[in-house]
């Protein structure tokens, strides 16, 4: 089962790329001689943020360069070449969801009754986890809001 963070997603958001945390043994990945710990930051020049990332970047792909760093702190370039079916036998750690930062008085969150389960409080606005699981619930946050009369269109 899926098990929310509840600590705040925004301290998570800002590392760069996925953490593998397992590599399935006689794998692609195993070939390629990456290991748990290790971070995969780019795929053909495009940033990885999280496991979608790398899933929806690799897809299809069967010529890839993928950028890595190495728990030891390295930085390394992998030209791939793969079949088109062929996995890499990864598992990623899971995505935080991102939180909504909103503040309204009405917040379904705020009243939950304080022994609900954690899962309740969480303010999430991460399409991601519609993909995932098809249980996204995304608010929006709101850092500017710029009010136009009807009939005005600048
Ligand atoms: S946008 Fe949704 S989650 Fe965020 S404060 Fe408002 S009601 Fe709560």
């Known amino acids: 089962m899926y098990e929310f963070a509840v600590?705040?997603?925004i301290t998570n958001?800002?590392?760069r790329g996925a953490e593998i945390?397992?590599?399935a043994p006689k794998s692609l990945g195993a070939e390629l001689e990456l290991e748990p710990g290790d971070r995969i930051t780019r795929v053909n020049g495009r940033p990885v943020r999280?496991?979608?990332d790398f899933r929806f970047q690799t897809a299809g792909e069967t010529e890839l360069v993928v950028e890595v760093?190495?728990?030891?702190g390295e930085d390394w370039e992998l030209q791939i070449e793969r079949g088109e079916a062929e996995d890499f036998?990864?598992?990623f750690e899971?995505?935080?969801p991102r939180q909504c930062a909103n503040e309204c008085i009405f917040c379904f969150c705020k009243g939950n009754p304080s022994d609900a389960r954690p899962s309740l409080f969480v303010r999430d606005e991460d399409i991601r986890l519609s993909f995932l699981y098809?249980?996204?619930d995304p608010c929006v946050t709101i850092s500017t809001f710029v009010f136009k009369p009807p009939g005005r269109r600048n």
């Open 69 to 72: 760093r190495k728990s030891s």
């Open 89 to 91: 036998g990864f598992s």
């Open 13 to 15: 958001l800002r590392r």
């Open 94 to 96: 899971q995505i935080v």
């Open 7 to 9: 600590a705040p997603a």
């Open 21 to 23: 945390t397992e590599v």
């Open 134 to 136: 098809g249980n996204g």
């Open 50 to 52: 999280d496991y979608l």
